[in-house]
């Protein structure tokens, strides 16, 4: 069953000077590449094997091991360089589309016409016609890292971007909240294999999971959360967001951007990531295990 992250077609790009692998287009579904599709999460290529030396108890054996795959993306603005971001390959124009709409390049899925790839890791963004975007307002210095999502801006005031509104009426209870930790970790299928992703979440207030996606990055994780819902809605005022570690600056900014009014976390939330919170009126709650939690801003929206 297609999902609505996999509205990304794949199609020749014969007609077009330079040449191309492929092209991604919005509106019906991709050929699969590397990986296999379900209803809401997907199984990643990006997991490799290894020798190791494993100690159990006094003993030591070589085995092998499944470890997960970080490698660079570089994402191109109609031919200019834009970010290099470091990720766990697999969904790549999810990650894209999310990068571009959670950074503030486009402004919704309508100003995208398509992603083409000109290798395995570098892509081309292709805003719709009548869509001009200045690249050189989105340019990073240097790579993001998948720890860091913000790393490499030129300046302090290109971190933060500028959101809508939040919905004040969504609500959301603590019994669902309970339930979260046990209902992503039942869907972590990639980090059974290998101990080390990441996970986003999309989640109804009744505890439904949407969508999950799975990164080394977490704010990667979100950008491929984003970019697998964008192209069916825009935004996500009715759905709460939940991530399987902390809750940093970047995280709160991403959902915002992408109109998540409740952003939930298993682990603590930044300081800046609080305040961010507050002052756009974002409920920011960490630490939910079983039936505690820790509301650090916009306690309402908890019943």
């Known amino acids: 069953m297609a999902t609505p992250g996999d509205e990304l077609r794949l199609q020749t790009a014969s007609n077009r000077v330079a040449p191309k692998l492929r092209t991604y287009d919005l509106g019906t579904p991709p050929l699969p590449r590397s990986f296999s599709i379900s209803s809401t999460f997907l199984i990643m290529s990006g997991i490799v094997e ?6 159990a108890g006094s003993v030591w054996q070589q ?22 971001v470091m990720r ?36 081309d963004l292709r805003p719709a016609g009548g869509v001009f975007v200045d690249p050189t307002r989105f340019q990073r210095n240097f ?35 309970a339930g979260l930790p046990e209902l992503m970790r039942a869907h972590q299928i990639n980090f059974d294999e290998t101990g080390g992703l990441h996970a986003a979440a999309a989640v109804t207030v009744d505890g439904v999971l949407i969508t999950l996606r799975e990164d080394v990055g977490r704010h990667n994780a979100v950008d ?29 900014q991403k959902a915002a951007v992408a109109g ?34 820790t509301v650090y801003c916009g306690r309402p929206r908890i019943v």
């Open 88 to 123: 766990t390959p697999g969904q790549d124009t999810e990650l894209i589309l999310g990068f571009a709409l959670t950074e503030g390049i486009l402004t919704g899925p309508h100003e995208l016409a398509g992603i083409d790839e000109i290798d395995a890791n570098r892509w």
């Open 143 to 177: 790579y993001s890292t998948s720890s860091c999502g913000v790393c490499g801006k030129a300046s302090i005031d290109a971190i933060r971007i500028s959101s809508g509104p939040l919905n004040p009426e969504l609500r959301v209870s603590v019994d669902v909240l």
């Open 50 to 55: 290894r020798k190791v030396d494993r100690r």
């Open 260 to 293: 998540f009014p409740i952003v939930c976390g298993i682990s603590a939330a930044s300081s800046l990531a609080v305040e961010l919170g507050e002052e756009l009126g974002m409920t920011v709650v960490g630490f939910v295990r079983g039936d505690s939690c």
């Open 224 to 252: 491929k959360l984003v970019g697998a819902l964008a192209p069916d809605r825009w935004r996500f005022g009715d759905l709460v967001l939940f991530v399987s570690g902390r809750i940093s600056f970047e995280v709160v």
């Open 63 to 84: 085995v092998d091991d499944r470890i997960v795959e970080e490698s660079p993306l570089e994402i191109r603005l109609e031919g200019t360089p834009l970010a290099v």
